[in-house]
Nanobody
Framework: QVQLLESGGGLVQPGGSLRLSCAAS????????IGWFRQAPGKEREGVSC????????SYADSVKGRFTISRDNAKNTMYLQMNNLKPEDTAVYYC????????????????????WGQGTQVTVSS
């Protein structure tokens, strides 16, 4: 059974850090570019970051550039999102997804190229 399972969300104060994980099962994650998306209440789902199959290319939304870092460990069939200097506007449900294309900022701006999705993990940034 194909599955993506996110973990690592929670409540954190502004300026704090969290590390999200996305573990894949039922398929090999290294065959795909992969990305993180998020959806805040009342807003559309937006792309946060993606990484290519070979780890040679990453893209980030302007709102998280310099604060978030995406990575993958193909040996563990897992990808990560390190989030530093979190802000209240980062509050959202975060989803990981496979991407049936290359990782670019244009691909990140749409869900058109995504395939498998996780169920999401809540991140709340509040004092």
């Amino acid at each position: 059974q194909v599955q993506l399972l996110e973990s690592g969300g929670g409540l954190v104060q502004p300026g704090g850090s969290l590390r999200l994980s996305c573990a894949a099962s039922g398929f090999t994650l290294d065959s795909y570019a992969i990305g993180w998306f998020r959806q805040a209440p009342g807003k559309e789902r937006e792309g946060v970051s993606c990484i290519s199959t070979s780890d040679t290319s990453t893209s980030y939304a302007d709102s998280v550039k310099g604060r978030f870092t995406i990575s993958r460990d193909n040996a563990k069939n897992t990808m990560y999102l390190q989030m530093n200097n979190l802000k209240p506007e980062d509050t959202a449900v975060y989803y990981c997804a496979t991407i049936n294309y290359i990782c670019t900022i244009g691909v990140l701006s749409t869900t058109r190229y995504t395939a498998y999705w996780g169920q999401g993990t809540q991140v709340t940034v509040s004092s």
